[in-house]
């Protein structure tokens, strides 16, 4: 891979890179070249030849909502047989605009429904991948684990990866992480080692919700460091939060990924920093080479919007209009007028997730 960026690096900076690098088409043919051929991701449905996850949604929600109405599921969302046909019919709408895959970050404490995704995903035709791993915060009252230690959690999360979830056989492809601040809590550290001893155990990637205005992905790179665990299999997510490019760059040297997935709430003159700066942040990181570290998401919470109107204020101020559709409709236009080429879109919608969720 190393020798694969300095080549894009200076392609990119002798202005030719979009003439010479990979065709965007030819998925299959380009994960042989990439020597990802054979490799699988985990799905609700499924292992899957990570070359037919195709264009994919890295940082998602289906069903998850606020605290105070998990214990209620489904309930508040018009029971499931209802809340699952608005779902299907919403999701295939996203697969219609060309989306094949979403990565659903809900761990188990925070409302995941293994057996709904499952039914969602095949009647919508969106693959799905699930998550295992924590969001721990606040902590979360009605979730009781028999043992908050490292090796106690490392071991869930590996069982969940390697048999299935909630007694079922469906398994998670990606582990989730939580970190609300600059630097963990203690029982969010735990989480942290023993995400990273699990990644290690099943191959399995991390993605990481990092506070990126403090720069928290610094100090949790210290401790996954200190796990030994590969950068190039972490996702810091939420990082547009930041726009600030030294911190973008000392990350993606050091061979991490950064979840660009909160772009459209800078569009709100409620977060900083502006949609324009977030943006310019991703070209500029592209325009440096590092479009193979930069995934493009929306980070929503598509049962938010189906929740009861006294609930629906919690999302419906943070989640774009267009839900899912945002990164198709607005981001990617957007990213296309200030520069962004065909290639570098497909290589942050395609071909890192193709890379990044093969189990290695
Ligand atoms: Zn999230």
Redesign the pocket.
């Given at each position: 891979m190393t020798s694969r960026r300095d080549f894009l690096r200076r392609t990119v900076a002798s202005g030719i890179a979009a003439a010479i690098v990979h065709p965007v088409a030819g998925a299959s043919q380009t994960a042989g070249a990439n020597g990802l051929a054979g490799r699988i991701a985990q799905t609700v449905l499924g292992p899957l030849d990570a070359s037919k996850l195709g264009f994919t949604l890295a940082?998602e929600?289906i069903a998850d909502g606020p605290d105070f109405h998990l214990p209620k599921w489904p309930k508040p969302w018009g029971g499931r047989a209802a809340f699952t046909a608005k779902a299907v019919e919403k999701l295939k709408l996203v697969r219609a605009a060309g989306i094949s895959t979403i990565a659903d970050?809900t761990p188990y404490d925070v409302g995941r429904d293994i057996r709904f995704l499952q039914e969602i995903s095949r009647k919508s035709g969106l693959a799905m991948i699930a998550s295992t791993g924590q969001r721990f915060f606040p902590p979360v009252s009605h979730v009781a684990m028999p043992a908050r230690t490292i090796e106690g959690l490392a071991d869930y999360f590996v069982k969940e990866i390697k048999q299935g979830i909630d007694g079922t056989v469906i398994k998670a492809g990606v582990i989730k992480i939580g970190i609300a601040a600059k630097t963990p809590t203690p029982l969010e550290e735990t989480g942290l080692r023993a995400a990273a001893r699990a990644g290690k155990a099943t191959g399995a990637p991390l993605r990481i919700?990092t506070h990126a205005a403090d720069r928290a992905g610094v100090s949790l790179a210290i401790i996954l460091e200190n796990e030994g665990i590969d950068p190039a299999r972490i996702s810091f997510d939420h990082s547009d939060d930041s726009g600030d490019m030294d911190y973008f760059l000392g990350l993606v040297q050091r061979g991490y990924s950064l979840g660009m997935d909160h772009v459209h709430r800078g569009l709100s003159p409620n977060f900083k920093p502006s949609f324009e700066h977030r943006v310019e942040c991703i070209k500029r990181l592209i325009d440096a080479g590092f479009a193979d570290k930069i995934f493009l998401s929306q980070?929503s919470e598509f049962g938010g919007s189906l929740l009861p109107e006294e609930a629906k204020e919690w999302r419906d101020k943070i989640d774009p209009p267009e839900g899912m559709l945002f990164v198709p409709r607005k981001l990617i236009p957007h990213l296309r007028r200030i520069g962004v080429s065909d290639h570098g879109i497909h290589t942050m919608t395609v071909e890192n997730p193709r890379r990044f969720f093969s189990l290695s």
């Open positions: 940082h929600h970050l919700h980070d």
